[in-house]
């Protein structure tokens, strides 16, 4: 993880040099009210879809996921950390255990 990390910073600044070598002020283009307009535009369209279409969707599987899946696998490793055992898969409550009764 780290060495990715550094390697991104590291690909960064060279491109930082590249394109100072080559005449480009970023202050300069960052700063155009063009430039400034565009990405506004940009984040602004993001946030409506973001918004209108794809928050509930993606919030109720990342609460599925996070819920049954990382919840169980966290407490599983803390578990066998301190010297127990996991828990199985049936000891945990299934979203549509109250539909079997």
């Known amino acids: 993880m780290n060495q990715g990390f550094l390697r991104f910073i590291i690909v960064l600044i060279i491109f930082i ?5 080559l005449g480009v002020n970023l202050k300069g283009v960052f700063g155009h009210p063009l430039v400034r307009e565009n990405f506004s535009f ?3 369209a993001g946030k409506f879809i973001w ?12 609460n599925i996921f996070k819920t049954y899946i990382w919840d169980s696998f966290i407490e599983n490793m803390w578990s066998i950390k301190q ?19």
């Not at 010297?83 to 009764?101: D, L, Q, R």
């Open 17 to 21: 040099i590249i394109l100072s070598l």
């Open 42 to 44: 940009l984040y602004n």
């Open 83 to 101: 010297g127990g055992s996991p828990k199985a898969v049936e000891e945990y409550v299934h979203p549509f255990k109250s539909f079997n009764k």
């Open 51 to 62: 918004e209108s279409f794809l928050e509930k969707p993606v919030m109720f599987l990342w």
